[in-house]
């Protein structure tokens, strides 16, 4: 019986905790090259990507737990939403991440609120690229803008009708307009008949 083979990740770094050194601390740095960082760009939906690093240390948690510590930098370019012209953003994040051998999986439920998102159960590798990945996704800008572009005003309606504008949407400016000339009318000095 065969199975498909998920898809390849653009950015893996596999570490087996069992094959690190018992109660030491590992650097760590990934430079990923340029092909790698055409096929993240291309994973994530960018124009472009470049000069990403990463780095930071992978440590131990008492004798069975882990936990890196890093930084991402990254360069990323997307189309403007407003011109379509290209924005660089540049992207300056840091990283923590812990994996807890012991913890359970996280079941549809509890993923909602999590108690804490850092925190993954301790499997067999754990795989730095994927968080890497993980943290640029999060970091890249969802509607980017270039310099000195603005969305304009447009005002949609039938013809021969005045268009609603974002002052008549806001939803107590009708409210406070009526209370308004209530308060005039009231102030008018017609008290009425009290013969009634």
């Known amino acids: 019986m065969s199975h498909p083979m998920p898809s390849q990740s653009p950015l893996t770094h596999p570490i087996r905790p069992a094959d690190l050194p018992q109660g030491r601390v590992v650097e760590i740095e990934l430079l990923p090259d340029a092909a790698t960082l055409a096929a993240i760009a291309a994973e994530m939906g960018l124009d472009g990507l470049r000069k990403m690093r990463v780095t930071g240390k992978l440590a131990p948690l008492g004798k069975r737990d882990w936990r890196f ?23 300056e994040e840091d990283i923590q991440r812990s994996w807890r051998a012991g913890l359970e999986p996280e079941t549809a439920s509890e993923a909602e609120m999590p108690e804490d998102a850092d925190e993954e159960p301790l499997g ?51 409210l406070a307009a009526l209370k308004s000339a209530l308060d005039s009318g009231s102030d008018s000095g017609d008290g009425g008949d009290e013969n009634g």
């Not at 990254?74 to 953003?89: I, K, S």
């Not at 310099?147 to 039938?158: P, Y």
Request: aromatic residues 4%; charged residues 20%; contains cysteine.
């Open 69 to 91: 510590t890093g930084h991402i930098g990254a360069t990323v370019t997307q189309p403007c939403v407003v011109t379509l012209e290209p924005v660089n953003t540049r992207i």
């Open 124 to 174: 067999a590798v754990i795989d730095l690229g994927a968080v890497a990945l993980e943290a640029l996704a999060l970091a890249i800008p969802l509607y980017p803008q270039a310099e000195g572009a603005a969305l304009k005003q447009k005002d949609f309606t039938e013809p021969g009708k005045q268009a609603m504008s974002d002052d008549d949407a806001k939803p107590f400016a009708g």
